[in-house]
């Protein structure tokens, strides 16, 4: 199976600042690569897929690069209503099967 | 707009069996998408269960894979979970989603979720 690893578990940051998660799968996904974001009690929403692709009505401050083993994730100018918890998820087309990484809090300082 | 709407019994007793259904709208589940579900544990992370396309095949997590069955009924445009023998580890938050596959790229993404049902496995 394809492990996922996301780094920090957690983080504090200012409006305004630039915010960056990491991903890293245990094997080659080519760009299977997607974020989520989810709010407190709410259902996840899709942010990014296929590694850099800004899903529909999705504000572009959000980002997302990298491609095999490692993908990273960004916010430009974080706002207040991007205080959330963020998934990565891969498909493996092996498998098949769908892991999500353990996800990162981001919240404010 | 698509909508997705979980519902089902809310307490379900240890070695039982743990049933939802997920009433689609706005899109068909005879379409070119496959239906999901996704638990998250009170406190914890995502875990996909499974999915199933309009012609009956499915993925299962092969962690769950012994006690799952997803199944469709186009009659009602509803899909539906079926989990058996559950314990206290099976208590969370059950979600369905919209999923788009495109097998030779290797994309698979979930578009649409339904808002979530809590489900506690309990006596």
């Known amino acids: 199976d394809i492990q996922m690893t996301q780094s920090p578990s957690s983080l504090s940051a200012s409006v305004g600042d630039r915010v960056t998660i990491t991903c890293q799968a245990s094997?080659?996904?080519?760009?299977?690569l997607n974020w989520y974001q989810q709010k407190a009690g709410k259902a996840p929403k899709l942010l990014i897929y296929?590694?850099?692709n800004l899903e529909t009505g999705v504000p572009s401050r959000f980002s997302g690069s990298g491609s095999g083993t490692d993908f990273t994730f960004t916010i430009n100018s974080l706002q207040p209503e991007d205080i959330a918890t963020y998934y990565c998820?891969?498909?493996?087309?092996?498998?098949?099967?769908?892991?999500f990484g353990p996800g990162t809090k981001v919240d404010f300082k | 707009q698509v909508q997705l709407q979980e519902s089902g019994p809310g307490l379900v007793k240890p070695s039982g069996t743990l049933s939802l259904t997920c009433a689609v709208s706005?899109?068909?589940?005879?379409?070119?998408?496959?239906w999901s579900w996704v638990r998250q544990p009170p406190g914890k992370g995502l875990e996909w269960i499974g999915d199933?396309?309009?012609?009956?095949?499915?993925h299962y997590n092969p962690s769950l894979n012994s006690r799952v069955t997803i199944s469709l009924d186009k009659s009602k445009n509803e899909f539906s979970l079926r989990l058996t023998s559950v314990t206290a580890a099976d208590t969370a938050v059950y979600y369905c989603?919209?999923?788009?596959?495109?097998?030779?790229?290797?994309?698979?993404?979930?578009?649409?979720w339904g808002q979530g049902t809590l489900v506690i496995v309990s006596s």
């Open positions: 989603a919209r999923s788009q596959f495109y097998y030779g790229s290797g994309s698979f993404f979930s578009d649409y």
């Open positions: 706005g899109d068909s589940i005879s379409s070119n998408d496959w």
């Open positions: 199933i396309y309009h012609t009956g095949s499915t």
């Open positions: 094997q080659d996904i080519s760009n299977s």
């Open positions: 296929d590694a850099s």
């Open positions: 998820q891969q498909y493996d087309n092996v498998s098949p099967m769908v892991t």
